[in-house]
């Protein structure tokens, strides 16, 4: 994968994400008609997939003793609601809710437009150390966050930012994956004569950039705005660390609620349904389009 | 993909159009002013700006803090003590303790997790009804948070109430207290681990197995290959770097491995279980800067999971340029 690869050894042959799909399963590799073994084999997959999400709708209807019976119980009941309101009483969770979109927001927003600029300038332009600075990008995808951390909450704490969200957004406001996702998505699908017509036009640098960058990155941009906004409502250590359960995003929240002392078992399940459900329905309604944005930051990456 | 209404087809017809329009030159010589220009660096200095100064800094600052004695008090200076705190991570028993569970609770959540990636890609490259509907299932795991997967895990690997024991149970096996042994606590996470990414991995192996020429297959269809065979070596070795690509990406997670053992126990503690059975190397480095307030050891552990990862993907890297040699 030209993740790995030294720079400029990286395929650029792949279709541009907006590309319409061939339909089918006829594009390329092997595509025979599943038999009724394959069906089951995936079959049971996605319900190993999804009956962990399920059961903490049932295990947020139940009291402990109730779950520990024998025959488990199998559906949710009324109770549900009775735990998410014990669980948002425990825990900030609708506070948790807003900073979470605030944050991931804020992020997607940044991230999406810096790295479409990025993109653009390591597609098209030409500038002395491109070379040098892109290989630095694709380098710093392999460096673990984790490892920046210590030093960035001295930052945070000497700027007295802990436990504000800036914190958390700033530095996750960029991304190196997102820059080269946008670059290689650039070099197929804006072509160069579009971008010598508006330099003739006399359209500024700019100008070039929202007219006619934009319009054509579009595409990719609402792919990695998905992909962004999830990675970033799921960040879990570096919250964990800047911000405390005063201010908290979804996943510290739940932390707290983990590491709390809740007696039953339903409330932390109830905890946990609450601060999931948005980032399921998005996904209900976006699924599609993030498996493909996944599957084609894949074969690009 | 139908990810946006309008195609980037369309987009180049209707871009030009928001310029205006502008008597024909000839583009020729403009060219060299185009293609050759400083604006680039205008437009990649927001990233390299927060990159800089979010992550370069701190990366690098790291180093420096891990040869200091500092606490989370003296958040600004600290004590110079040159390698000591190098010294005492490689004469802990918690830093080895803490490699070696991260070590295997990495081997048990990557292996299986990559070749069930590898057999589920495969069979979602079938011709298959309700093919979106399989995919977007299988992705779930990956979009609910750690957090959230740890706890519902928790729930089911509890040792009183938990939905594995009572099955256990209800087949006549003994109950298990998952969270207290160390096999059963670096398995039950290893699985958090794996339910989370398989799909995942899954989708990139299906990705990468969809742009394998279709007369590869073909030519080993008249050579009388079983599918099996096609299987092995047809898929397998087209999809090398894309394996290697996912081992590496994965093995990079393993070694940070922290929210998990983090949230198993449900009860916050930072030591990875009452003997540190699934104590692992972020979680160690969470617990000397932000429990044990030693924020010079944390870097120090922090710059040795560099060193790992380092070399990680470094024999990867050979491995894989090997592999390339061989094949030519």
Same mark, same amino acid.
């Given at each position: 994968?030209?993740?790995?690869?030294?720079?400029?050894?990286?395929?650029?042959?792949?279709?541009?994400?907006?590309?319409?799909?061939?339909?089918?399963?006829?594009?390329?590799?092997?595509?025979?008609?599943?038999?009724?073994?394959?069906?089951?084999?995936?079959?049971?997959?996605?319900?190993?997939?999804?009956?962990?999400?399920?059961?903490?709708?049932?295990?947020?209807?139940?009291?402990?003793?109730?779950?520990?019976?024998?025959?488990?119980?199998?559906?949710?009941?009324?109770?549900?609601?009775?735990? %998410?309101?014990?669980? !948002?009483?425990?825990?900030?969770?609708?506070?948790?809710?807003?900073?979470?979109?605030?944050?991931?927001?804020?992020?997607?927003?940044?991230?999406?437009?810096?790295?479409?600029?990025?993109?653009?300038?390591?597609?098209?332009?030409?500038?002395?150390?491109?070379?040098?600075?892109?290989?630095? %990008?694709? @380098?710093?995808?392999?460096?673990?966050?984790?490892?920046?951390?210590?030093?960035?909450?001295?930052?945070?704490?000497?700027?007295?930012?802990?436990?504000?969200?800036?914190?958390?957004? !700033?530095?996750?406001?960029?991304?190196?994956?997102?820059?080269?996702?946008?670059?290689?998505?650039?070099?197929?699908?804006?072509?160069?004569?579009?971008?010598?017509?508006?330099?003739?036009?006399?359209?500024?640098?700019?100008?070039?950039?929202?007219?006619?960058?934009?319009?054509?990155?579009?595409?990719?941009?609402?792919?990695?705005?998905?992909?962004?906004?999830?990675?970033?409502?799921?960040?879990?250590?570096?919250?964990?660390?800047?911000?405390?359960?005063?201010?908290?995003?979804?996943?510290?929240?739940?932390?707290?609620?983990?590491?709390?002392?809740?007696?039953?078992?339903?409330?932390?399940? +109830?905890?946990?349904?609450? @601060?999931?459900?948005?980032?399921?329905?998005?996904?209900?309604?976006?699924?599609?389009?993030?498996?493909?944005?996944?599957?084609?930051? +894949?074969?690009?990456? | 993909? *139908?990810?946006?209404?309008?195609?980037?087809?369309?987009?180049?017809?209707?871009?030009?159009?928001?310029?205006?329009?502008?008597?024909?030159?000839?583009?020729?010589?403009?060219?060299?002013?185009?293609?050759?220009?400083?604006?680039?660096?205008?437009?990649?200095?927001?990233? $390299?700006?927060? $990159?800089?100064?979010?992550?370069?800094?701190?990366?690098?600052?790291?180093?420096?803090?891990?040869?200091?004695?500092?606490? &989370?008090?003296?958040?600004?200076?600290? *004590?110079?003590?040159?390698?000591?705190?190098?010294?005492?991570?490689?004469?802990?028993?918690?830093?080895?303790?803490?490699?070696?569970?991260? &070590?295997?609770?990495?081997?048990?959540? *990557?292996?299986?997790?990559?070749?069930?990636?590898?057999?589920?890609?495969? &069979?979602?490259?079938?011709?298959?009804?309700?093919? *979106?509907?399989?995919?977007?299932?299988?992705?779930?795991?990956?979009?609910?948070?750690?957090?959230?997967?740890?706890?519902?895990?928790?729930?089911?690997?509890?040792?009183?109430?938990?939905?594995?024991? /009572?099955?256990?149970?209800?087949?006549?096996?003994?109950?298990?207290?998952?969270?207290?042994?160390?096999?059963?606590?670096?398995?039950?996470?290893?699985?958090?681990?794996?339910?989370?990414?398989?799909?995942?991995?899954?989708?990139?192996?299906?990705?990468?197995?969809?742009?394998?020429?279709?007369?590869?297959?073909?030519?080993?269809?008249?050579?009388?290959?079983?599918?099996?065979?096609?299987?092995?070596?047809?898929?397998?070795?087209?999809?090398?770097?894309?394996?290697?690509? /996912?081992?590496?990406?994965?093995?990079?997670?393993?070694?940070?491995?922290?929210?998990?053992?983090?949230?198993?126990?449900?009860?916050?503690?930072?030591?990875?279980?009452?003997?540190?059975?699934?104590?692992?190397?972020? &979680?160690?480095?969470?617990?000397?800067?932000?429990?044990?307030?030693?924020?010079?050891?944390?870097? /120090? /552990?922090?710059?040795?999971?560099?060193?790992?990862?380092?070399?990680?993907?470094?024999?990867?890297?050979?491995?894989?340029?090997?592999?390339?040699?061989?094949?030519?």
């Amino acid at each position: 994968m030209a993740t790995l690869a030294l720079p400029g050894t990286e395929t650029t042959a792949v279709s541009p994400v907006g590309r319409p799909a061939r339909r089918g399963g006829g594009k390329g590799g092997k595509s025979g008609k599943a038999g009724p073994v394959t069906y089951t084999l995936l079959t049971l997959s996605a319900l190993v997939s999804i009956f962990p999400l399920y059961w903490t709708l049932v295990a947020g209807s139940h009291t402990n003793a109730e779950i520990a019976g024998t025959p488990p119980p199998f559906l949710p009941n009324a109770s549900l609601f009775d735990n %998410v309101k014990l669980a !948002l009483e425990q825990a900030p969770i609708g506070k948790a809710i807003l900073n979470s979109i605030l944050v991931s927001g804020a992020i997607t927003v940044g991230t999406v437009l810096f790295c479409t600029l990025a993109g653009f300038a390591f597609a098209k332009l030409q500038f002395r150390g491109k070379g040098l600075l892109l290989s630095l %990008v694709i @380098g710093t995808m392999m460096v673990p966050t984790q490892l920046s951390v210590i030093p960035l909450f001295m930052m945070i704490a000497d700027l007295q930012w802990v436990n504000q969200l800036q914190a958390v957004i !700033l530095p996750t406001l960029v991304s190196a994956f997102g820059v080269f996702f946008m670059r290689q998505f650039l070099i197929s699908a804006l072509p160069n004569e579009l971008l010598e017509a508006g330099r003739v036009d006399g359209a500024s640098t700019f100008r070039i950039f929202w007219s006619i960058v934009v319009p054509v990155a579009r595409p990719a941009m609402a792919v990695l705005a998905m992909l962004t906004f999830l990675t970033a409502w799921n960040e879990f250590f570096w919250p964990l660390i800047a911000l405390t359960t005063a201010n908290p995003t979804v996943q510290v929240a739940l932390a707290g609620l983990g590491s709390g002392y809740v007696p039953q078992q339903a409330v932390i399940m +109830a905890g946990t349904l609450l @601060g999931t459900l948005p980032v399921l329905v998005v996904f209900t309604i976006l699924g599609k389009q993030i498996v493909g944005g996944i599957m084609q930051g +894949a074969v690009k990456g | 993909m *139908t990810i946006a209404s309008q195609s980037p087809r369309e987009a180049l017809i209707t871009a030009p159009a928001a310029l205006s329009p502008a008597p024909a030159r000839t583009p020729a010589r403009r060219r060299t002013k185009l293609t050759r220009n400083r604006w680039g660096y205008a437009y990649v200095a927001p990233f $390299f700006l927060v $990159f800089g100064a979010f992550s370069l800094y701190p990366f690098l600052y790291t180093a420096w803090v891990s040869l200091h004695r500092t606490s &989370l008090s003296d958040i600004d200076g600290g *004590t110079w003590v040159g390698l000591e705190n190098y010294r005492n991570l490689l004469q802990s028993e918690f830093f080895w303790n803490a490699a070696r569970n991260t &070590l295997t609770i990495g081997v048990l959540a *990557t292996v299986p997790q990559l070749c069930m990636a590898l057999g589920l890609a495969h &069979l979602l490259n079938y011709k298959l009804r309700g093919r *979106t509907f399989f995919r977007t299932v299988m992705l779930m795991p990956y979009a609910t948070s750690i957090a959230a997967a740890t706890l519902v895990f928790a729930q089911l690997f509890g040792r009183d109430y938990g939905l594995i024991n /009572t099955a256990l149970q209800s087949v006549g096996l003994e109950r298990i207290d998952w969270e207290a042994g160390t096999w059963s606590s670096q398995v039950a996470i290893a699985v958090i681990v794996t339910w989370r990414w398989t799909g995942y991995n899954a989708l990139i192996y299906l990705a990468a197995m969809q742009s394998i020429p279709g007369e590869l297959y073909e030519a080993a269809e008249i050579d009388g290959a079983s599918r099996w065979k096609q299987f092995l070596h047809v898929t397998i070795p087209s999809l090398r770097p894309t394996i290697l690509f /996912t081992v590496v990406v994965s093995t990079i997670g393993a070694v940070q491995l922290f929210g998990e053992p983090l949230l198993f126990a449900g009860n916050g503690t930072t030591s990875g279980g009452s003997s540190g059975q699934y104590q692992t190397l972020g &979680l160690l480095m969470y617990q000397q800067g932000w429990s044990n307030f030693h924020i010079g050891q944390a870097a /120090t /552990t922090a710059w040795a999971m560099f060193l790992i990862i380092l070399v990680i993907v470094g024999v990867n890297a050979l491995i894989g340029r090997l592999r390339a040699r061989a094949d030519r």
